[in-house]
């Protein structure tokens, strides 16, 4: 049998299970906590009518779990440092059942807006899952399992989407909500049973002040960016959220230099490694989320448009799953190539493969077929980028800070999916065609929303290109020593040399 460490002594009498089962649990938990994203995506157009609201307020319904995932998940990953990562990944479920049981039984705005903001506290899964690996994971075995983990998160936002469309269609979409309940609780069950306890490796407290400061930032931030579309860029709402942010978080960094356990340690995430790898996250969240966003659009509008194609909303999210099962299929392979090349060179050569899917598109928008392909090939990269994103991160930090780290990186990502939504609506709703009196998004709009994922896709491999090399990083904390005077052979060689 392979497997980690087998906890603390109140678990000792329990035998360490397998190693694939423990990547097994945790890559479901974090397929379930992202289907949680793109659970209601089948239902935004039907949301006003089915919740006796506008569009507007109805939108609340996605925003909630993005606010909530943002605010929660860099503190849910200090306390897994603190605390235990068994225990928060248990921690987790309770908000993913308890959002599913009020969206289920509700049938009002504030009932569902609560619903999904709870859903949003339980994605924390996902980077608490990824730090327990290297407590739990042979060494040998560690790279393939963060690569498909990391890229868990893609999965389950692609199989969602086919998923809860065909609950949709052919059933009430309350059932929609029972089934993520029992999935979320499904999940609960598997960690209990199978994931063994670590015994917490990180001392102090908790820093409330400083996860009060980071949620504040953050709210004014996703807000104005998410809601801006929709209250006027220029409205004194959005503009004051905007100007806001910057102060809340200098002030926030403030308060975490000076405090002796930081929610975030803002020296570690400053060393080049971590800081242009969470750079590069944004980058790539952005460019994996317009695909998101443009390629459903193109499949479900009118053939009649010139550039739609028709498809029904299951048939939309058929046509999406296999990019998902990509996914799923490329991650060992990213794993292989982060272990003979450095994760370095995969997030690099992820990120030239999203620029490439993009690249192609452009001229690839007229059929079901040509689309698969272009989704396929961006998520072939995004796969690639999103499992050695984690690596690069947990090798230049303390092990008593993996799960902080990962969940700091983690929402790097959703600041970067949140700008990519922004950004797409509003090209999106600019460039804009009449079609029987309605106006829906042109060609150009998309053809343009391609482009600009191309661009920053190809941006984010000059970020990657530019973090340091482990042997970079090892002769900046470990500089050769002066040499000795006098003859002799010269300097002696530093462990990393040697």
Known sequence: ??????????????????????????????????????????????????????????????????????VTTPAVGRLGDLYGKRLM????????????????????????????????MGMGLVPIGISALRDLVPAERLGS???????????????GLPLSAAIAEHASWHVLFWVSAVLSAAVGVLIWRIIPAVPPRATGGFD????????????????????????????PTTLGLLVAAPVVFVLWGWWELRSDAPLVDLRVTARKQVLLTNAASVVVGFSMYAQSLIMPQLLQLPKATGYGLGQSMQAAGLWMAPAGLMMMLVSPLGAKLSA????????????????????????????????????????????????????????????????????????????????????????????????GGRRLPSKTGFTTGLLIGCGVAAAAASIAATIPTRRQVLRETCPEPEPAPGPGPGPVPTPAEA
């Open 89 to 120: 990944l248990l921690a987790c479920t309770v908000p993913l059942v308890a959002g599913s049981v009020v969206c289920a039984t509700g049938g009002s705005l504030a009932s569902m807006v609560a619903g999904r903001g709870l859903q949003g």
């Open 208 to 235: 409330a002040v400083g996860a009060v400061g980071l949620g504040a930032g953050l709210i004014c931030l996703l807000l104005g960016v998410s809601k801006g579309a929709d209250w006027g860029w220029g409205a």
């Open 145 to 159: 399992a963060i690569a498909l983990i990391s890229s868990s998160l893609g999965i389950g936002g692609a199989l």
């Open 340 to 435: 003979r090349r450095g994760a370095k060179f995969t997030l690099t050569a992820g990120s030239l493969v999203i620029a490439l899917g993009y690249g192609i598109s452009a001229g690839l928008i007229g059929s079901t077929w040509t689309l698969l392909l272009v989704s396929c090939v961006i998520n072939t990269g995004v796969a690639l980028a999103y499992g050695a994103m984690p690596a690069l991160i947990m090798a230049a930090v303390p092990m008593s800070e993996t799960a902080s780290a990962n969940s700091f990186n983690t929402l790097m990502r959703s600041v970067g999916t949140s700008t990519s939504a922004a950004v797409m609506g509003i090209v999106l709703a600019h460039l804009t065609t009449d079609f």
């Open 1 to 70: 049998m392979s497997g980690g460490p087998t906890g603390s002594p109140g678990t000792a009498a329990r035998p360490a299970p397998a190693t694939h089962l423990v990547v097994a649990v945790l890559a479901t938990a974090g397929i379930v906590a992202s289907l949680m994203q793109t659970l209601i995506v089948p239902l935004i157009g039907e949301l006003p009518t089915l919740l006796h609201t506008t569009a507007s307020n109805a939108s609340w319904a996605v925003t909630a779990t993005l606010l909530a995932g943002a």
